[in-house]
Nanobody
Framework: QVQLVESGGGLVQAGDSLRLSCAAS????????MGWFRQAPGKEREFVAY?????????GYVDSVKGRFTISRDNAKNTVYLQMTSLKPEDTAVYYC????????????????WGQGTQVTVSS
């Protein structure tokens, strides 16, 4: 069982940066692939980024955030981060972190554990 708690969201202006954090419970955090998803009003939850479990250096991003967002993890702190730069109004959404054992995925239905979400609002 893994419990996830996101933090770091807020209201920013276009061009600003934010860093989201996702703190995970459990002693096996390093064995989980982690993902960030987002859901804008009236839209489906979409994949944003993933990072592989400890020992594998694999990350992936949706095209719309490549070069602007960076996912990372600190296994000693049981935390995954999403550094967001050059934010745009279209990045406005509730951001969720998610965990699944071992293998990365871009499919939300393949993640077993979810946080409660943190709101990111980007004004123009």
């Amino acid at each position: 069982q893994v419990q996830l708690v996101e933090s770091g969201g807020g209201l920013v202006q276009a061009g600003d940066s934010l860093r989201l954090s996702c703190a995970a419970s459990g002693r096996t955090f390093s064995m989980y692939a982690m993902g960030w998803f987002r859901q804008a009003p009236g839209k489906e939850r979409e994949f944003v980024a993933y990072i592989s479990r400890s020992g594998f250096s694999s990350t992936g991003y949706v095209d719309s955030v490549k070069g602007r967002f960076t996912i990372s993890r600190d296994n000693a702190k049981n935390t995954v981060y999403l550094q967001m730069t050059s934010l745009k109004p279209e990045d406005t959404a509730v951001y969720y972190c998610a965990a699944r054992p071992l293998v990365v995925s871009i499919r939300r239905e393949e993640y077993d554990y979810w946080g409660q979400g943190t709101q990111v609002t980007v004004s123009s």
